[in-house]
């Protein structure tokens, strides 16, 4: 028997299993719901993580009227389904989402309903109520249709030379913070780096750079885990001064009135 929630793949389209047991009802019933839309939300490094959901059209409920100062007015809901994973599981009454741009919370969510069993990990669906609200164009990101998501930051800083002679190296440090904290040892995480000009600058999996031209390439630093998140820096690369050269060892003035003098010594080597 294919458990209750589970998602079913079926001519280019994701059906979800409501009624593994095929048990009607007298308003009728079905085994499974073609999933027609998704609910979006980020995975730890920001990546997008699209879950299918059923959304149909639900009644007025008399039970849930939205209290206004002077007036009192029924509240349409839209009626979703959608699997309990770990991608759901802090979806509770309030939660909101983004839906075709729009804002919409979630009211009367059920997701505590065990099968055959009193095993909380038994629960595999979450059934709940959605009703339109506002987005909040501040916060949320309505691209990824990702509610609240442009609360989400992670940056890179890349600490190095930005100047570097033909044929010397360095190696590049780069550090994350996410949310503006240290990003936590439970989630592991890695770079990757490239350079815009490999005949300027090269760079390796470790950030190791070396200049073997004259110019300037872009290093730019990729997380590896989403390598939308970047980070980068222009270093520029000239040929290193050889043979015998005089060099001023003192400050230079930036400016002398009308017959003073000044003694600037040199050096040569």
Not at 44 to 59: A, C, D, E, L
Not at 71 to 93: E, V
Request: hydrophobic share 35%; proline share 3%; net charge negative.
């Amino acid at each position: 028997m294919i458990p209750l929630g589970a998602y079913v793949k079926f001519n280019d389209n994701i059906w979800i299993v409501v009624n593994p047991d095929d048990v009607g009802t007298v308003t009728g019933n079905t085994i499974i719901k073609r999933c027609n839309c998704t609910y979006n939300t980020y995975d730890y490094y920001g990546n997008v993580i699209r879950t299918p959901m059923s959304y149909q059209k639900g009644m007025a409920l008399a039970s849930a009227n939205d209290v206004k100062e002077y007036i009192n007015l029924p509240g349409t809901y839209q009626h979703i389904i959608i699997q309990l994973n770990d991608a759901t599981k802090d979806l509770h009454n309030n939660s909101r989402m983004i839906l075709g741009g729009q804002g919409y919370f979630l009211t009367g969510v059920t997701n505590f309903i065990r099968e055959y069993t009193m095993d909380e990990n038994s629960i595999h669906i979450i059934r709940a109520e959605c009703r339109l609200g506002e987005a909040q164009y501040a916060n949320d990101d309505l691209v990824n249709e990702v509610a609240g998501g442009l609360d989400f930051k992670w940056d890179i800083t890349i600490t190095g030379a930005e100047k570097m002679n033909i044929g010397s190296t360095q190696t590049l440090t780069a550090v994350s913070e996410r949310n503006g904290e240290e990003p936590d040892s439970d989630h592991p995480y890695h770079y990757l780096w490239e350079s815009s000009d490999y005949s300027v600058v090269t760079v390796d999996e470790n950030g190791v750079c070396e200049a073997v031209g004259e110019g300037s390439a872009v290093i730019t630093c990729f997380l590896q885990e989403n390598t939308n998140i970047t980070s980068q820096i222009e270093i520029t690369a000239s040929q290193s001064i050889t043979g015998a050269y005089v060099e001023f060892i003192t400050d230079m003035p930036d400016r002398l009135a009308a017959y003073d003098s000044v003694t600037i010594e040199a050096a040569t080597s």
